[in-house]
């Protein structure tokens, strides 16, 4: 079992729709979670972080967290095809500083 | 406001050359982490360091790879003697100090190819 999973897509939107996008993990411990958006060539960039049971929204984003299910999502909404990218969902592990990265989704979003 | 910084962008050895990537962090940083990514595959850490201290290497091949944060100037990795599979793009992050969440943010990365 891999420590973070996500599915690798592609996942196909329309725009202006809702894009969920999905990460499990296998370290109960785990404490701090994190989505990146890297474009083709680029380097990750920071999108949302969370750390407490539930919702945490900022703009179009909104990333979910369940302990519980180790399950962390993230919804973009109102999805623009500037969003296409790959998403990458990171864990810090218990007593570690160092992210433990899932293989990361990409997202199409169709005009 | 400068982020993350990492020098060459792109790097072009031969097979046996010594490749030396650096990383700047954002100013007021004191923690930077190495990651690789393969084409076509995931980041995968590979070393932490605070300054002049090497916290956590174990994503760190055992041999050719050395990384360090000196007390001045920018943290280097290092690769000996490369070879085709050292083919990759190395991204450096940083985070603040200790008490925070670990928010860590990446450079531009070094786009290393060894021929």
């Known amino acids: 079992q891999k420590e973070v999973e996500q599915n690798s897509g592609p996942l196909s939107v329309p725009e202006g729709a809702i894009a969920s996008l999905n990460c499990t993990y296998s370290?109960?411990?785990?404490?701090?979670f994190f989505w990146y958006r890297q474009y083709s060539g680029k380097s990750p960039e920071l999108i949302m972080s969370?750390?407490?049971?539930g919702d945490k929204e900022d703009g179009r984003f909104t990333a979910q967290l369940n302990k519980a299910s180790q399950y962390v999502s993230l919804l973009i909404r109102d999805s623009q095809p500037s969003d296409s990218a790959t998403y990458l969902c990171?864990?810090?592990?218990?007593?570690?500083?160092?992210?433990?990265f899932g293989s990361g989704t990409r997202l199409q979003v169709q005009p | 406001n400068a982020g993350v910084m990492q020098n060459p962008r792109h790097l072009v050895r031969r097979r046996g050359q010594e490749a030396r990537l650096r990383c700047s962090p954002v100013?007021?940083?004191?923690?930077v982490y190495w990651y690789r990514q393969l084409p076509e595959e995931g980041l995968k850490f590979m070393v932490y360091?605070?300054?002049?201290?090497?916290?956590?290497e174990s994503g760190m091949p055992k041999e050719r790879f050395s990384a360090e944060f000196p007390k001045e100037g920018p943290s280097i990795l290092r690769i000996q003697q490369v070879v085709r599979g050292d083919s990759a793009a190395y991204f450096c992050?940083?985070?603040?100090?200790?008490?925070?969440?670990?928010?860590?943010?990446f450079g531009p990365g070094t786009r290393l190819t060894v021929l």
């Open positions: 969370i750390y407490s049971n």
């Open positions: 100013k007021g940083h004191s923690h």
């Open positions: 992050a940083s985070s603040p100090p200790e008490g925070s969440y670990n928010e860590q943010f």
């Open positions: 990171a864990v810090k592990g218990t007593g570690r500083r160092a992210l433990t």
């Open positions: 370290d109960r411990g785990s404490q701090s």
């Open positions: 360091l605070q300054k002049e201290n090497i916290i956590d």
